[in-house]
């Protein structure tokens, strides 16, 4: 069936650290790609979102490219800031009009 | 837009009491999701609305949960009668399209 599977975490980094936080998904046919992120006390907040393969979203510095070829969405930003500390949700659109998410990996940036 | 609204934010009560969760899905939205999270499970989808119709409701946990979508503007989440075990964060979500927005969640304790 339908699913995203995303690194485990907590993942732990310094300030100005590279970030690659790596999504697969099993899914059928092309469906749209999506990276939320829930900071501390809050709900989930859309990241960026590709739409059809080799597409890229992008947005606050966090990138991820829609890779059909090995079905992979990951998300990568050049320097984490300790702002960037939350919860990234890996997710795929289903196909009766939801959201298909992975469990969540937990980004520390320590100053 | 005052996105989506839920209440109350938080809650407090004893085993075997009835609670109800509400939420007001975004102006224009015509899906409705009802997520719960917890650190042992993560985030869950427990029920999903399209035009006030329920969907899917395969993630509601057991008989004592219990949705409704009255009309467009407006769903509760209720819980009768309520266990420690449901102790969770609640959210609520609408979307027109597949990008879902958050609402700010209600934090259950049930003691």
């Known amino acids: 069936g339908d699913s995203v599977t995303q690194m485990e975490g907590p993942v732990t980094l310094s300030e100005e650290a590279f970030l690659t936080i790596n999504c697969t998904y099993t899914a059928t046919g092309y469906p749209s790609l999506f990276w939320y992120v829930q900071y501390p006390g809050e709900g989930l907040q859309l990241l960026l979102k590709?739409?059809?393969?080799?597409d890229k979203g992008s947005n606050k510095g966090f990138e991820a490219t829609y890779r059909k070829e090995t079905t992979s969405f990951h998300l990568e930003k050049g320097s984490v800031q300790v702002s960037d500390s939350a919860v990234y949700f890996c997710a795929h659109g289903g196909s009766q009009g939801n959201l298909i998410f992975g469990k969540g990996t937990k980004l520390s940036v320590k100053p | 837009d005052a996105g989506v609204i839920q209440s109350p934010r938080h809650e407090v009560t004893e085993m075997g009491q009835e609670v109800t969760l509400r939420c007001k899905p975004i102006s224009g939205h015509n899906s409705l999701f009802w997520y719960r999270q917890t650190m042992m499970r993560g985030l869950e989808l427990l029920i999903y609305f399209n035009n006030n119709v329920p969907i899917d409701d395969s993630g509601m946990p057991e008989d004592r949960f219990s949705a409704k979508m009255p009309n467009a503007s407006f769903s509760t989440l209720k819980i009768q009668p309520s266990e420690p075990r449901d102790s969770a964060v609640y959210f609520c979500?609408?979307?027109?399209?597949?990008?879902?927005?958050f609402g700010p969640g209600t934090r259950l304790t049930v003691l």
């Open positions: 590709a739409t059809k393969a080799d």
């Open positions: 979500a609408s979307s027109f399209g597949l990008e879902q927005f």
